[in-house]
């Protein structure tokens, strides 16, 4: 009686579980996951690293193309090595991000231990250029 009264039909299939309901929804899920993954891929790939991953061992910095041209790998071997790469600058990155919330850590504590002059001057140390 009360759908009657809000003009609606009992029968009526609106709501969540109608298909053109769920059709639009996966519509509207799969192009933004579309588009998150295009933008993802884009930022990884060409704002992080422009020139892409490197692997670093003791002090020698080598990417694909390099290692590429030096070993002349084949087409399946550059993608292996490429996944490797790939893997390889994620898990630096997460590192870096780790060494920085631990150097944060360490400077707010010494921070805590100063004196106003003293916070000053461990201020202007951090931001000096570094000395080689």
């Not at 029968?11 to 588009?35: E, H, K, Q, Y």
């Not at 898990?91 to 780790?98: G, T």
Request: with cysteine; charged share 25%.
């Amino acid at each position: 009686m009360l759908a009657q009264a809000r003009g609606m039909r009992s029968n009526d299939d609106t709501g969540w579980w109608n298909p053109r309901v769920l059709g639009i929804l996966a519509i509207v899920f799969f192009c933004g996951s579309a588009f998150g993954a295009a933008a993802m891929r884009f930022y990884l790939h060409n704002v992080m690293d422009p020139v892409g991953p490197i692997l670093v061992y003791n002090g020698h910095r080598m990417g694909l193309s390099q290692l590429d041209r030096e070993l002349n790998l084949r087409d399946e071997q550059k993608l292996q090595v490429e996944l490797i790469l790939d893997d390889f600058a994620k898990f630096y990155q997460n590192i870096e991000e780790q060494r920085e919330e631990v150097s944060e850590h360490g400077k707010q504590k010494i921070m805590e231990l100063l004196d106003d002059r003293q916070r000053a001057r461990f201020d202007q140390l951090l931001h000096a250029p570094l000395k080689r």
